[in-house]
């Protein structure tokens, strides 16, 4: 009995890892080798390393996107991150706008910083 009790905090170890990192990864990699291998010509994509395109042709393990106008690229299935759906798409260019309003009353950050600092740019503060 007494090695059965020194066993078992090591057993309810590995079944809690199982349950709280193994199978929730195993999911993942599921879904994500099923998304790419349901690609199909005209979806909109975003790669692994974030390069938006759209899927024109699909062969074997390779994927031909056209990331502008004329320009097509081959990727290999696995680079393929997710799916864009038309309302997703690069944020970029909303927080971009934000954040150059940050800071006080509304002012940019580099006017709010200069503010702070006594009114001189950082360019032309003196040691």
Do not use: C, H
Request: glycine share 12%; no cysteine.
């Amino acid at each position: 009995m007494g090695q059965l009790g020194s066993i078992l905090p090591l057993i309810l170890l590995v079944v809690v890892f199982y349950f709280l990192l193994i199978r929730p990864q195993r999911k993942r990699q599921q879904e994500a080798a099923q998304m790419q291998n349901s690609l199909t010509p005209g979806a909109r994509v975003m790669t692994t390393t974030g390069l938006f395109g759209t899927v024109v042709a699909v062969e074997n393990e390779d994927v031909v996107l056209e990331v502008a106008p004329g320009i097509e690229t081959r990727w290999v299935k696995a680079a393929i991150g997710r799916v864009v759906t038309p309302g997703d798409g690069p944020a970029a260019d909303e927080s971009a706008g934000d954040e150059a309003e940050t800071g006080e009353e509304g002012k940019n950050e580099s006017e709010a910083t200069a503010e702070r600092e006594g009114g001189q740019d950082s360019s032309t503060k003196q040691s």
